[in-house]
């Protein structure tokens, strides 16, 4: 099994958020805590798709968020984490909430699931604010683990421009 991590790449929709709506997934998805996204209003929700950093994925089986967030002011702050593909929902507004005053790591279930690459590329989430209370988003990430999907004949093509061998042989097929 290989592991990869899946990161928002960009913006479906946005309620109010401390940034304009297509600067979201920069800032969520950076791995930098100096770089923040906050709701501006209580039970704001948004909705960003997940860049697929692999293409050799049979089978993936399960997925973990992993969140780097703090309360805003003071108290505590909560949100759910959902995770939606093109056929179905793989997390379900799984809840997180903290009352940490500076940035924490916040690690959810690991949720077993079972799909394919075409799947794994139509994934979104949505980052969901609740209780009325405001959170400071540093990174939003996703762990997977997936089976790697086994190379069949290779086929190499090339419309134009050069192919370089530097061992082995090419065997030319004609039609």
Known sequence: MATTTLRPDSTLSADNWSVADASNPGVINDSDDATI?????????????????????????????VIRCRRGGKGSMSFTITVEGSSATYINAEAFSTTAASLTTLTGNTTSVSFGSTE???????????GS???????????????????????IRVESGKLQLSTGKIII???
């Open 37 to 65: 996204v906050y709701n501006t209003a209580g039970n704001q929700a948004m909705t960003l798709t997940l860049d697929m950093p692999v293409s050799n994925i049979d089978t993936v089986t399960s997925i973990t968020p």
């Open 173 to 175: 097929l004609t039609a």
């Open 133 to 155: 209370t405001q959170g400071f988003f540093a990174d939003v990430s996703f762990t997977i683990v997936y089976s790697e999907s086994t190379p069949g004949d290779a086929v």
């Open 120 to 130: 794994a590329n139509s994934l979104r989430m949505v980052l969901t604010g609740t």
